[in-house]
């Protein structure tokens, strides 16, 4: 499939799963209502984020929840024919990871475990030690959870391994330490949206991102869900408020037209790049 109508979700999800199920299956419903085929949605969406980055408190953290867990199989069975991407938190037995898992109607086509973890996640979970391209019905597709995507080789990575969509799972708040009187001033909202666009400009693909929005204990999430084209252009976004962002891309006549002159990835020079500071 080449050309795509794409969703990327802004909204809030909690510790209730039931609800945060009943959420996911109305997504999906308006997702297909609009016509998409593929369906990203935000970090943490079947149990919420963590209630507080810089100390979380180890009784009231996300439900942890097997790989093979029934509630991962009624959510492939909602996505029927549709591709659905969402995240939770991954019981590995000693340790837990902030995972996001892509499925159809037949099951399980990919997995992620965020690598990336800001000073407070650690306290929480273990990092993920890779980046993998998986093929699904609407092309090569990597995952992103939220901080992977402030390192320029996180994308790169699943670039080089074919990936044609990015599909970024974010539960990212306004900023902790310098909060702004209003949301579009804040440090962390440019940010956001700052990264979206790079990522994807710099490796001339297609990256969905999706956000959780409202509050979680003292954090205040910023929705801003979008679908940028590989010329880094914004073709769809919510801005702050929950809603779809959906957008119709010819993924593959996109991708060959951003690299028709410049071709980024074929012109790379690694064997000057630097592995770690001298």
Known sequence: MSTVRIAAAAAHFGRDLDFDLARIAKLISDARADGAALLVLPDAALGGYLADLRHPDPEALPPALKPQDPLIARVAALAAEMVVCFGYCEDAGDVRYNAAVCVTGDGVLGRHRKVHLPVGETAAYAPGDRFDAFDTPVGRIGMLIDYDKTFPESARSLALDGAEI???LCAWPTSI???APRMAQDRQARLFDLYDQSRAAENQIVLASANQTGAMGGMRF????KVVGPGGDILAR?????GLAVAEVDVADEIKRAR???HHLS????????????
């Open 238 to 242: 919510t801005w702050a408020k929950a």
């Open 260 to 262: 028709h002159v410049l």
């Open 267 to 278: 012109e790379r020079r690694p064997e000057v790049y630097r592995e770690r500071p001298s």
């Open 222 to 225: 910023l929705g801003q869900a």
């Open 177 to 179: 330490t310098n909060r």
């Open 166 to 168: 990015i599909a970024c």
